[in-house]
């Protein structure tokens, strides 16, 4: 596959098929019919504009923390999981699935819990859950069709994202110099099930095609989101689906926003092959909350991972 497809996942016949060759062949589609209101999706990127336009003392009071991995995330701090010093050309802010201090979740597990929500700019929590509701419906149908791809049952599947680990990350990649070698964000693979992004006009979003070093960049139609399998559904479908490498470099001149939306499992779900795994694929289950700990604590300066056995998404470019 030389490109990646577009997939109307209301309209189009035989999309199943269609999904499926999309997910086996290049990891990655661009998504029509995914029901999210361009309203909802305008209201949402003016809102990430606003906030990244913040005064830098203003936007650190809400600075995310190692007890807390919400909050702001000042430009250049994150270094990549492979131990690579060169730190990414962004600065973001990180959401998680909403959870009141109150629920029993809370203290079967660390992760959840409720997000920092910055005061200004004015209704930047609405316009962020708004678009959150929207991407969780597209995801409910998407992660539906990957169930009966893989020959699962939907309900049983769909159950697994019941108080998810779901999150977001709004960043904002401000314009490289010709001639920096660095990476809005360096080449990974997304850790999750499925990811849901708008894409940025301004580019940048590079794909690594299947066969081969070749990269190719991202561009999506305007009425179509991108959407890309990630290591669990890699896992999941024993090697069927591919989570594709994939990096962020913005030589555009211009200011690049983007706010990508990773689905993912509840904390106690195990992922291991619900299908038979293709010929060489041999990856042990991996306990989701474990995983997505140390995923997050890798990312802070000077973090080694602890068990090597993940795959923790970085990669050599």
């Known amino acids: 596959m030389h490109d990646i497809p577009v997939i109307d996942i209301h309209s189009d016949r035989d999309v199943a098929r269609r999904v499926e060759d999309a997910c086996r062949d290049i990891g990655f589609m661009y998504v029509r019919g995914h029901g999210i209101a361009p309203d909802v999706i305008n209201r949402v990127r003016e809102a990430v504009i606003a906030y990244f336009n913040r005064p830098l003392d203003e936007k650190c009071r809400d600075r995310i923390t190692p007890e807390n991995y919400r909050g702001y995330i000042p430009a250049k701090f994150f270094s990549p999981n492979s131990g690579d010093t060169n730190a990414d050309h962004y600065?973001?802010?990180?959401?998680?699935?909403?959870?009141?201090?109150?629920?029993?979740?809370?203290?079967?597990?660390?992760?959840?819990?409720?997000?920092?929500?910055?005061?200004?700019?004015?209704?930047?929590?609405?316009?962020?859950?708004?678009?959150?509701?929207?991407?969780?419906?597209?995801?409910?149908?998407?992660?539906?069709?990957?169930?009966?791809?893989?020959g699962v049952s939907r309900d049983d599947f769909l159950q697994l994202f019941e108080k998810p680990l779901t999150n977001m990350t709004l960043l904002h990649y401000p314009p490289q110099a010709a001639d920096d070698s660095g990476f809005g964000i360096?080449?990974?693979?997304?850790?999750?099930?499925?990811?849901?992004?708008?894409?940025?006009?301004?580019?940048?979003?590079?794909?690594?095609?299947?066969?081969?070093?070749?990269?190719?960049?991202?561009?999506?139609?305007?009425?179509?989101?991108?959407?890309?399998?990630?290591?669990?559904?890699?896992?999941?479908?024993?090697?069927?689906?591919?989570?594709?490498?994939?990096?962020?470099?913005?030589?555009?001149?211009?200011e690049r926003y983007s706010f990508p939306y990773f689905a993912v499992p509840r904390f106690d779900t195990i992922v291991k092959p619900l299908c038979s795994p293709q010929p060489g694929f041999d990856r042990t289950g991996v306990h989701v909350g474990d995983v997505s700990r140390e995923v997050w604590r890798t990312n802070w300066p000077d973090s080694a991972p602890g068990n090597t056995s993940y795959d923790l998404g970085t990669l050599n470019d």
Not at 97 to 113: N, R
Request: glycine residues 8%; negative net charge.
């Open 186 to 254: 360096h080449p990974h693979k997304d850790t999750d099930a499925l990811t849901i992004l708008v894409p940025d006009k301004v580019g940048g979003l590079m794909v690594k095609k299947r066969n081969g070093d070749q990269w190719i960049e991202v561009k999506a139609p305007d009425d179509a989101v991108v959407v890309n399998i990630g290591d669990l559904l890699e896992l999941w479908s024993g090697g069927y689906f591919v989570s594709t490498p994939h990096k962020v470099i913005n030589k555009s001149g211009a």
């Open 91 to 150: 600065e973001g802010y990180k959401l998680h699935f909403e959870t009141a201090e109150d629920d029993p979740i809370c203290h079967e597990c660390d992760l959840y819990g409720s997000n920092k929500w910055p005061e200004a700019p004015a209704g930047f929590k609405q316009a962020v859950l708004d678009y959150w509701r929207a991407c969780d419906n597209a995801a409910i149908v998407l992660l539906g069709i990957l169930a009966d791809i893989m």
